[in-house]
């Protein structure tokens, strides 16, 4: 019981505390389940956190900015992304109900979006905020075809009636709705054709704004009904499409589950009745006996494992110096998870991809970096297992801390074993 | 000259302190110090795979300018024939490429094009999927390399990638790659990479946990391996070497960087046979001319001193250079003065062993499928023919059946 229930606290959020996990363990599993998945309790940690203003872009109406009107902007921009960096980490660690932030984390990668193409934290924020408020997943579609980071990040406002660009149509289809092989080349086409004449506006973050002119009102075809599509009616029709709540399902059981073992068909069908609402569809996922069967197939994200470390440490980013926070996101970057900055549109990679030589050098690195800010007490091994939310060491990993009498050390090789980054 | 003649190092200026280095006073045998040297000397012969990451458009590299429909189906993005550097009547570099261009004039860059595979694949993530594990007819959990590394039981020096996540490309069912990245974070002063060692010992786990502690294994080995390559300089060769690329902010994740890694492991004798290399950025929708020759500026300006010195030096001698992306471009440009996701596109080997010149059928810009260039050579003969010269591998065992033709390229 007390394993299940750290299973799963530990994927359905970024990684309890010892305090949450007693917590829940008190109230039993399928008390946690319902809490986890009913997301409208009070959230005091969240509450404290609101989301940043940032004001304008910089760079919003200056079409031809001189070196020194681009220099000031660089600064306020480079500003404003570190304010966003800084209060998404600070809200997620210190988030009560983490299962929304996570689920919050997991559209981030899902819509994969990187703030690098267009530089603008305003409109990264925008998106971010349309995720956290939409209530199921049609709503949300309908929001990011029309979300300014998106189009541009997929070139949508170069998509016209007289020069259509695939891009976004493509991967609407391949990798946000339907998942690849089930569409065509000529569905792509056609997709693309209905989500021509949007353009966007560093100085409007909320949505893409449409031009008629260089819409192609025409009739298209895409998975065989012919239509006038539009990006709204096209997204509203492919979320109607079988393989779209299959492809959604799949998804989640990818990064809550695992990412080795396929969604077995019987646990798949539970999360598909309950589309388009996914904080449902993670329920029937954890109460479904296939979940708890994925013990010890998962391994934690970088930002997953990083946000549950300051979690369990009690570090909290809000307090980082300019120069701390920088030196974190560093390393977040060095071990291939800079948030806002996916690698590409396919998102973030899983599993063994993150259990390199290369990630595990870093990753020891940033470990000894938080143990020295967390400054923690004389542990036992027990003890650390405890802070960790581990469940147990392999007689490798308690014969190797067992000899360290150095708080710090045993607190960074808790953070880099194996235990700990395998779920 | 054999092999182990050719695997004497002098001590770099400096670092004669510098612990196991020391001993044995002048020349000492790097494999040997590792730990690594085996009874029989492996091949000295080694591949260097450099991927071009986002859809490399062909047409702008190797330039047809003769062509009118070139001309013509690529207004504002066309390059016009006195800009190209000329290969011959028909074809010529991207004028980004003047050192490409002088390894083109002593015959030590071959071109291959229109390389591809039957019925493209327009996404990035499959597209490159399909050329790193040699597989287009369906998706298989291995790369080529990988699976050469499974066949041959290779211990995890022998393919080594100095990019922060391992690509597809060097894992295999049972064995991977290493992956060494050389920046980053320092250690505090309480703590050491010695520490962290008895974590990578064997346990009773599962099998990602048995991962992540042959990852820290993997890591402690690699990392003294590549360190201490990097302390040591050949003892022979000529003293014009020519020098190494200059590694500039963002160090080794610069594609400068990653080869200048390489080089320092070559000429230090590690017996890596594979390395990987990366640079990305090449998918370019829009204002591709600007975008796409900084990219060819920074290629020309990491490979061409890197290949210049593999030329000089004995322990470069071997080495083999393929660079490839996962597709090239649609003929027509599109509105936004870029090019939407293509089919065939030229791939590049290079090398002191390789005989320079065009390879392949040259592709029609008339007779297009769908708007794209149709593949005259499939990208498996290229990889077969490198398995076979360089790995000295039987090609059908990692082709997946293909049988492949070998090129005349080595």
Same mark, same amino acid.
């Given at each position: 019981?007390?394993?299940?229930?750290?299973?799963?606290?530990?994927?359905?959020?970024f990684g309890?505390?010892?305090?949450?996990?007693?917590?829940?363990?008190?109230?039993?599993?399928?008390?946690?389940?319902?809490?986890?998945?009913?997301?409208?309790?009070?959230?005091?940690?969240?509450?404290?956190?609101?989301?940043?203003?940032?004001?304008?872009?910089?760079?919003?109406?200056?079409?031809?900015?001189?070196?020194?009107?681009?220099?000031?902007?660089?600064?306020?921009?480079?500003?404003?992304?570190?304010?966003?960096h800084?209060?998404w980490l600070?809200?997620v660690t210190?988030?009560?109900?983490?299962?929304?932030?996570?689920?919050?984390f997991?559209?981030?990668?899902?819509?994969?979006?990187?703030?690098?193409?267009?530089?603008?934290?305003?409109?990264?924020?925008?998106?971010?905020?349309?995720?956290?408020?939409?209530?199921?997943?049609?709503?949300?579609?309908?929001?990011?075809?029309?979300?300014?980071?998106?189009?541009?990040?997929?070139?949508?406002?170069?998509?016209?009636?007289?020069?259509?660009?695939?891009?976004?149509?493509?991967?609407?289809?391949?990798?946000?709705?339907?998942?690849?092989?089930?569409?065509?080349?000529?569905?792509?086409?056609?997709?693309?054709?209905?989500?021509?004449?949007?353009?966007?506006?560093?100085?409007?973050?909320?949505?893409?704004?449409?031009?008629?002119?260089?819409?192609?009102?025409?009739?298209?075809?895409?998975?065989?009904?012919?239509?006038?599509?539009?990006?709204?009616?096209?997204?509203?029709?492919?979320?109607?499409?079988?393989?779209?709540?299959?492809?959604?399902?799949?998804?989640?059981?990818?990064?809550?589950?695992?990412?080795?073992?396929?969604?077995?068909?019987?646990?798949?069908?539970?999360?598909?009745?309950?589309?388009?609402?996914?904080?449902?569809?993670?329920?029937?996922?954890?109460?479904?006996?296939?979940?708890?069967?994925?013990?010890?197939?998962?391994?934690k994200q970088p930002i997953e494992w990083f946000v549950g470390a300051l979690r369990q440490l009690?570090i909290?980013p809000?307090?980082?110096?300019?120069?701390?926070?920088?030196e974190m996101l560093f390393g977040l970057r060095s071990l291939g998870q800079m948030p806002?900055?996916?690698?590409?549109?396919?998102?973030?990679?899983?599993?063994?991809?993150w259990?390199?030589?290369?990630t595990?050098?870093v990753r020891?690195?940033l470990a000894?970096r938080l143990?020295?800010?967390?400054?923690?007490?004389?542990?036992?091994?027990?003890?650390?297992?405890?802070?960790?939310?581990?469940?147990?060491?392999?007689?490798?990993?308690?014969?190797?801390?067992?000899?360290?009498?150095?708080?710090?050390?045993?607190?960074?090789?808790?953070l880099v074993?194996?235990?700990y980054l395998?779920? | 000259?054999?092999?182990?003649?050719?695997?004497?190092?002098?001590?770099?200026?400096?670092?004669?302190?510098?612990?196991?280095? $020391? &001993?044995?006073?002048?020349?000492? %045998?790097?494999?040997? *110090?590792? #730990?690594?040297?085996? /009874?029989?000397?492996?091949? =000295?012969?080694?591949?260097?795979?450099?991927?071009?990451?986002?859809?490399?458009?062909?047409?702008?590299?190797?330039?047809?300018?003769?062509?009118?429909?070139?001309?013509?189906?690529?207004?504002?993005?066309?390059?016009?024939?006195?800009?190209?550097?000329?290969?011959?009547?028909?074809?010529?570099?991207?004028?980004?490429?003047?050192?490409?261009?002088?390894?083109?004039?002593?015959?030590?860059?071959?071109?291959?094009?229109?390389?591809?595979?039957?019925?493209?694949?327009?996404?990035?993530?499959?597209?490159?999927?399909?050329?790193?594990?040699?597989?287009?007819?369906?998706?298989?959990?291995?790369?080529?390399?990988?699976?050469?590394?499974?066949?041959?039981?290779?211990?995890?020096?022998? $393919? &080594?990638?100095?990019?922060?996540? %391992?690509?597809?490309? *060097?894992? #295999?069912?049972?064995? /991977?790659?290493?992956?060494? =990245?050389?920046?980053?974070?320092?250690?505090?002063?309480?703590?050491?990479?010695?520490?962290?060692?008895?974590?990578?010992?064997?346990?009773?786990?599962?099998?990602?946990?048995?991962?992540?502690?042959?990852?820290?294994?993997?890591?402690?080995?690699?990392?003294?391996?590549?360190?201490?390559?990097?302390?040591?300089?050949?003892?022979?060769?000529?003293?014009?070497?020519?020098?190494?690329?200059?590694?500039?902010?963002?160090?080794?994740?610069?594609?400068?960087?990653?080869?200048?890694?390489?080089?320092?492991?070559?000429?230090?004798?590690?017996?890596?046979?594979?390395?990987?290399?990366?640079?990305?950025?090449?998918?370019?929708?829009?204002?591709?001319?600007?975008?796409?020759?900084?990219?060819?500026?920074?290629?020309?300006?990491? %490979?061409?001193?890197?290949?210049?010195?593999?030329?000089?030096?004995?322990?470069?001698?071997?080495?083999?250079?393929?660079?490839?992306?996962?597709?090239?471009?649609?003929?027509?440009?599109?509105?936004?003065?870029?090019?939407?996701?293509?089919?065939?596109?030229?791939?590049?080997?290079?090398?002191?062993?390789?005989?320079?010149?065009?390879?392949?059928?040259?592709?029609?810009?008339?007779?297009?499928?769908?708007?794209?260039?149709?593949?005259?050579?499939?990208?498996?003969?290229?990889?077969?023919?490198?398995?076979?010269?360089?790995?000295?591998?039987?090609?059908?065992?990692?082709?997946?059946?293909?049988?492949?033709?070998?090129?005349?390229?080595?």
């Amino acid at each position: 019981m007390a394993a299940s229930v750290a299973l799963l606290l530990r994927r359905a959020g970024f990684g309890p505390t010892s305090a949450e996990l007693s917590d829940a363990i008190g109230r039993g599993y399928s008390a946690t389940v319902s809490e986890l998945t009913t997301p409208t309790a009070r959230d005091p940690g969240a509450q404290s956190t609101p989301l940043p203003n940032l004001g304008i872009d910089p760079y919003n109406d200056l079409p031809n900015p001189t070196k020194e009107q681009r220099a000031a902007a660089d600064v306020k921009r480079g500003a404003d992304t570190e304010a966003l960096h800084r209060w998404w980490l600070d809200r997620v660690t210190v988030a009560n109900r983490q299962a929304v932030e996570k689920l919050v984390f997991f559209w981030h990668g899902h819509w994969a979006t990187s703030i690098r193409k267009f530089g603008s934290p305003q409109w990264m924020l925008a998106q971010h905020q349309k995720i956290r408020e939409s209530a199921d997943f049609g709503a949300m579609a309908r929001k990011m075809v029309t979300d300014p980071a998106l189009v541009y990040w997929l070139d949508g406002q170069l998509n016209s009636k007289d020069a259509p660009n695939e891009n976004l149509g493509r991967e609407l289809l391949e990798l946000f709705m339907l998942g690849i092989g089930n569409y065509t080349e000529s569905d792509v086409k056609a997709a693309g054709r209905a989500l021509t004449g949007w353009r966007v506006d560093l100085g409007v973050p909320q949505t893409a704004i449409f031009f008629r002119d260089s819409h192609d009102a025409a009739e298209k075809t895409v998975l065989g009904v012919t239509s006038k599509f539009t990006a709204t009616s096209l997204v509203d029709f492919l979320a109607t499409q079988p393989a779209c709540p299959r492809f959604i399902a799949s998804r989640l059981w990818f990064r809550y589950a695992s990412a080795e073992v396929p969604i077995p068909p019987v646990t798949q069908d539970r999360m598909i009745a309950a589309f388009p609402f996914p904080n449902l569809m993670l329920k029937a996922l954890f109460t479904d006996e296939a979940f708890q069967a994925t013990a010890g197939h998962l391994v934690k994200q970088p930002i997953e494992w990083f946000v549950g470390a300051l979690r369990q440490l009690g570090i909290r980013p809000a307090g980082f110096s300019s120069t701390v926070l920088q030196e974190m996101l560093f390393g977040l970057r060095s071990l291939g998870q800079m948030p806002f900055a996916p690698p590409s549109v396919g998102g973030w990679p899983s599993g063994a991809a993150w259990l390199t030589p290369a990630t595990a050098q870093v990753r020891f690195a940033l470990a000894a970096r938080l143990a020295e800010m967390a400054r923690p007490p004389k542990l036992t091994v027990e003890g650390l297992a405890d802070t960790l939310a581990v469940d147990t060491w392999t007689d490798r990993t308690y014969a190797a801390l067992k000899g360290v009498s150095e708080p710090r050390r045993m607190m960074t090789l808790g953070l880099v074993s194996p235990e700990y980054l395998v779920t | 000259m054999d092999i182990y003649t050719r695997r004497k190092f002098l001590l770099a200026s400096g670092v004669a302190g510098a612990g196991a280095l $020391a &001993v044995g006073g002048g020349g000492l %045998l790097l494999s040997e *110090l590792l #730990g690594t040297a085996s /009874s029989t000397p492996e091949s =000295s012969k080694k591949l260097v795979i450099v991927t071009l990451y986002g859809g490399n458009d062909g047409l702008s590299m190797v330039v047809p300018y003769a062509d009118a429909a070139y001309q013509s189906a690529r207004p504002g993005l066309a390059y016009a024939p006195e800009q190209v550097l000329h290969l011959d009547d028909s074809y010529g570099l991207n004028p980004k490429l003047p050192g490409l261009k002088r390894l083109w004039d002593s015959k030590r860059l071959a071109i291959v094009q229109a390389v591809g595979y039957p019925k493209p694949d327009r996404s990035h993530f499959r597209s490159m999927d399909i050329w790193q594990t040699a597989s287009p007819d369906k998706p298989i959990g291995r790369g080529w390399v990988g699976h050469w590394l499974d066949a041959t039981n290779a211990p995890v020096e022998a $393919a &080594v990638s100095f990019e922060p996540v %391992l690509p597809p490309l *060097l894992a #295999g069912e049972t064995r /991977s790659g290493a992956c060494v =990245s050389m920046g980053g974070l320092k250690l505090p002063s309480w703590v050491g990479l010695n520490d962290l060692e008895p974590l990578g010992k064997r346990a009773l786990e599962s099998g990602l946990q048995a991962q992540a502690a042959n990852a820290i294994a993997d890591l402690i080995r690699a990392d003294r391996m590549v360190r201490q390559a990097s302390l040591v300089t050949p003892s022979e060769g000529p003293d014009d070497l020519p020098p190494l690329p200059a590694v500039g902010t963002g160090g080794e994740t610069t594609l400068a960087g990653q080869l200048t890694n390489v080089i320092h492991c070559i000429e230090a004798g590690v017996p890596t046979r594979v390395y990987s290399v990366s640079l990305g950025g090449f998918d370019t929708h829009a204002a591709e001319r600007v975008g796409q020759e900084r990219l060819f500026k920074q290629l020309d300006e990491s %490979l061409t001193p890197f290949v210049e010195r593999l030329a000089k030096t004995a322990a470069g001698q071997h080495t083999t250079v393929l660079v490839y992306s996962e597709f090239g471009r649609r003929v027509a440009g599109n509105a936004a003065e870029g090019t939407d996701h293509g089919a065939a596109g030229p791939v590049l080997v290079l090398g002191p062993q390789v005989a320079g010149g065009l390879y392949g059928q040259p592709p029609s810009l008339t007779d297009l499928d769908d708007g794209d260039l149709r593949a005259t050579t499939d990208f498996r003969d290229v990889i077969g023919t490198l398995l076979s010269s360089v790995l000295e591998a039987d090609p059908a065992r990692f082709l997946n059946g293909y049988p492949h033709k070998q090129l005349p390229l080595l």
